[in-house]
């Protein structure tokens, strides 16, 4: 038999599993050829299906493998970003494009936020773009976003 007490820890349990943070990374491939690449500490997380982190997503890169890039993206253009709710102002989601070298262009890479900061994002298509990191502190092209459970849809081409 229930008691109130169970009752109480098994709706605690539900109403925490229902409040989750979550992120889905979703890629869209235009270029006709490559194999996007989500990466997070050394581990390959998608080649190009949609991503869903249930919890933050930290320090992860995106690129688009067309069998020049290296493991982390060297000699092609990454998107890194981490996906969080923010617990404090100015500690939510955070994304870039970068070209800091061994990075390089590729492909046409841009980014965009959705199911909050919706139009928030930036896309490259040439070495000379303004909207990547080219060296350390070009801190002014990160793109943050500050809403719970935030979704980035990547596009190649």
Do not use: W
């Not at 109403?15 to 490559?34: D, I, K, L």
């Not at 989500?38 to 998608?46: D, F, H, M, P, T």
């Not at 249930?54 to 890194?80: D, H, K, M, S, W």
């Not at 080219?134 to 809403?147: F, T």
């Amino acid at each position: 038999m229930f008691s109130f007490k169970t009752l109480s820890v098994v709706l605690a349990v539900f109403a925490a599993s229902v409040q989750a943070e979550r992120h889905t990374v979703h890629f869209v491939n235009r270029c006709g050829h490559g194999t996007p690449q989500l990466i997070q500490n050394g581990r390959v997380l998608s080649t190009g299906g949609d991503y869903t982190s249930n919890g933050p997503l930290v320090a992860a890169i995106a690129y688009l493998q067309t069998g020049n890039c290296g493991f982390n993206g060297e000699r092609c253009i990454t998107v890194e970003t981490t996906l969080q709710n923010p617990t404090t102002p100015g500690s939510g989601s955070s994304t870039d494009l970068s070209l800091i070298p061994p990075l390089a262009f590729s492909v046409t890479t841009g980014f965009g936020y959705y199911n909050g900061c919706n139009g928030a994002g930036a896309s490259c298509n040439n070495q000379n773009c303004n909207t990547a990191f080219h060296k350390p502190d070009d801190n002014q092209v990160q793109v943050a976003c500050q809403q719970n459970d935030v979704n980035l849809a990547i596009t190649f081409c």
